[in-house]
């Protein structure tokens, strides 16, 4: 459960107690309920990879969000205690699942990454948008949107994928590589240090989601520049 606001929770569960069953399986998907705010995450930890998985939104929307857009999200690279961002989320790197706003970059718990990025901001909060073209910053910890809009109407299904070796982080939604940014890093005593492998992690947030046909392979090679053609991918996990 969470507060008005959304920033922090006003119970803890813990881990592996899920009595309202916010995270289940049916017909073969991953339901996310989103009534209670939390995550199901991977035993394993994941570097050098691909991973690719169809999404789509639910009907049922929950307090305090019944007003807004529908969120959740993927975490990767997540590292660390459950609960490190907001009392919700292990640090990590986020890529946003909200209506409109699919593939956005958020930095959970400092994290940081590099891009190519021009200013933007909603109202005071002040973030980046992604533009190749321009020039590269540096040691981000903020928002990154995507560019361009790929997502199917709410409802239908949309294929989402992260491709990611530690030096490279792609975004794409529906075949369209919509945010590329490089070098990622975490915090440990006091220094960015390289954060190249960590688990996978959903998030209820608010909203009913399902995701089905969740694949991941190791990459056999570095992620092409721009433009390239993308590595061949090996051994599926």
Same mark, same amino acid.
């Given at each position: 459960p969470t507060t008005d606001k959304m920033k922090v929770p006003t119970s803890v569960r813990g881990v592996d107690n899920d009595p309202r069953r916010v995270f289940?399986?049916?017909?073969?998907? *991953? #339901?996310?309920?989103?009534?209670?705010?939390? @995550?199901? @995450?991977? *035993? %394993?930890?994941?570097? =050098?990879?691909? *991973?690719?998985?169809?999404?789509?939104?639910?009907?049922?929307?929950? &307090? &305090?969000?019944?007003?807004?857009?529908? %969120? @959740?999200? *993927?975490l990767y690279y997540a590292v660390g205690k459950e609960g490190a961002q907001d009392g919700h989320w292990m640090r990590s790197h986020e890529f946003q699942l909200q209506e409109g706003d699919c593939a956005d970059?958020?930095?959970?718990?400092?994290?940081?990454?590099?891009?190519?990025?021009?200013?933007? =901001?909603?109202?005071?909060?002040?973030?980046? #948008?992604?533009e190749p073209s321009l020039p590269l910053r540096t040691d981000i910890k903020a928002r990154i949107l995507k560019k361009g809009n790929f997502e199917k109407p709410s409802g239908e299904w949309n294929t989402m994928e992260v491709i990611a070796d530690g030096k490279t982080l792609v975004h794409i939604v529906n075949g369209h590589e919509v945010l590329r940014m490089a070098n990622s890093r975490q915090t440990v005593d006091g220094k960015l240090v390289p954060l190249t492998r960590g688990k996978f992690s959903l998030q209820s947030e608010g909203a009913e989601a399902f995701f089905k046909d969740i694949q991941v392979r190791k990459l056999g090679a570095p992620i092409a520049p721009a433009g390239r053609v993308m590595p061949r991918s090996l051994g599926d996990r």
């Amino acid at each position: 459960p969470t507060t008005d606001k959304m920033k922090v929770p006003t119970s803890v569960r813990g881990v592996d107690n899920d009595p309202r069953r916010v995270f289940s399986v049916v017909d073969g998907m *991953l #339901r996310v309920s989103g009534e209670e705010w939390g @995550s199901v @995450s991977t *035993l %394993d930890e994941y570097e =050098n990879f691909h *991973l690719k998985f169809a999404f789509k939104w639910g009907a049922k929307k929950w &307090p &305090p969000r019944e007003g807004v857009m529908r %969120d @959740s999200g *993927l975490l990767y690279y997540a590292v660390g205690k459950e609960g490190a961002q907001d009392g919700h989320w292990m640090r990590s790197h986020e890529f946003q699942l909200q209506e409109g706003d699919c593939a956005d970059y958020h930095s959970l718990d400092g994290v940081a990454v590099d891009a190519h990025v021009g200013d933007a =901001n909603q109202g005071d909060w002040k973030f980046y #948008r992604y533009e190749p073209s321009l020039p590269l910053r540096t040691d981000i910890k903020a928002r990154i949107l995507k560019k361009g809009n790929f997502e199917k109407p709410s409802g239908e299904w949309n294929t989402m994928e992260v491709i990611a070796d530690g030096k490279t982080l792609v975004h794409i939604v529906n075949g369209h590589e919509v945010l590329r940014m490089a070098n990622s890093r975490q915090t440990v005593d006091g220094k960015l240090v390289p954060l190249t492998r960590g688990k996978f992690s959903l998030q209820s947030e608010g909203a009913e989601a399902f995701f089905k046909d969740i694949q991941v392979r190791k990459l056999g090679a570095p992620i092409a520049p721009a433009g390239r053609v993308m590595p061949r991918s090996l051994g599926d996990r």
